[in-house]
């Protein structure tokens, strides 16, 4: 664009009516046809007097435009000779080969081949709350009115150190609370040091196998498994190995032994998602076998507080005499998912370096939060929400099963119902359940389907897990008769 153009271009796109400043429309507009090349390095601009006189602005806008540009680095101004376009284009030499990158509308090429590998195999769903979400707590009865009472005391008049960076570990008063807590309730050999605060399971685990595996280190999960922890392991470039499970947990074969992998992630309390209890053999032979050949344990014990029959068991980290497991929990399935806080529970010999990687790689805050958590547990209100949300969902729990004997009898079993918040129902396995996922979810019902959980593309068995902790009581039978026309209709199909 010839200089002597410049003041007419400028003068059709400058709209004097636009809420947007002159002189930020100026800005914008000389910059676009810097960057499109309209404007050459070189080429001279008219001078701020003429310009204004032209675009019928004050020159002190020009000024400030021509000023602000050549702090930018668009404009070389101020050598006495006039205003000029700055030559600020790429060096193609530099950059090496210039063949032009070819214009590409997927996505998916722009991602690296894990990143392609996420996405390709995310699970994540769009919805987070209704009936048969699995997995999401009763958010409505959070005690919102003590939460906010406690989290009133800290805001009054914030300590600073409340309001900065977390220190390596976490918060340490919540760091003491969650160690008592985890020693009497769930039999954890633990130390308030050994406690690392996390924002919940995934971040956890993302820590521990960013400091204890390296890319390509062979990492046993369980098959089927939690979608989400599955994928944060694949990203992190490990070999996932699944494992098949049995009634007693998971089941490495004799040629499973014969190669150990580095770690392994297991859901001991309450397998994930089929619900079984992994045995005590069970449980001494992985221990064993992880003292003798020098791998490591995850425990996800991620919903065990919540068990209708018998009292919560004990965890496989209790039981661990050489420092192998890592035991992992969040506050998600208790308070609300969005809270975020959850925990990683090391070896003493580890607790140091995971502070430091944590606060190293996240640069963790939310302290205040902290705080009000180490309260409300400190307090007792903790177990209280405990005992009373136990109450509310196994009355759910019942109601549903019932709903499901109701409309299927034998035809549909159920299991994994002695803990958690969802349990599962099972299918013949000759019919689609994706796809009625899919076509539930378009009744606006939500679930899972069972396959979905599993490594294989045929999985071994077909089912639906519901979550009937967000479901309130008198809405799980209305809910359910929706969600059960749609299975009578691919049972009949396939009959
Ligand atoms: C087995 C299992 N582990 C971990 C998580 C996620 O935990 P967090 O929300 O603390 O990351 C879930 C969530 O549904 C889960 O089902």
Redesign the pocket.
Known sequence: MRTSLLSDWLAQRLDKASVEPSYRQLQRLLREAILAHELPAGRKLPSSRMLATELGIARNTVIQVYEQLAVEGYLLAGTGSGTFVADSSPDQQMLGSAAAAPASSDSGEHLSQRGQRLIASAGVSRRQWGAFV???ADVTRFPAAIWSRLQARHMRNPRPELLSYAPPGGHAPLREALADYLRNARSVRCEPEQIIIT???????DLAVRLLCDPGDAVWTEDP??W??RSVMQASGLQLKPIAVDAEGINPSPEDLATPPRMMLV?PSHQ??LGMVMSLARRRMLLEFARQRDCWIIE?D??SEFRYANRPLMSLQGMDDADRVIY??????ILY?GL?I?YLVVPPALAEPFAVALAELYREGQLLQQAVLSDFIAEGHFSSHIRRMRNVYGSRREILMQEISRHFGDAVSVRGDEAGLHLVATLPGHVDDRQIAQDALAAGIATRPLSSYYNQANAPERGLLLGYACVQDDDIARHFATLARVIEEHLQIHR
């Open positions: 699995p997995g999401v924002t919940g399971i995934h971040q956890s685990v498994c939690y989400g922890v859901t994930y998602p996800d991620y919903d992992v929990g969040s506050f998600g399935k998912p975020r959850g």
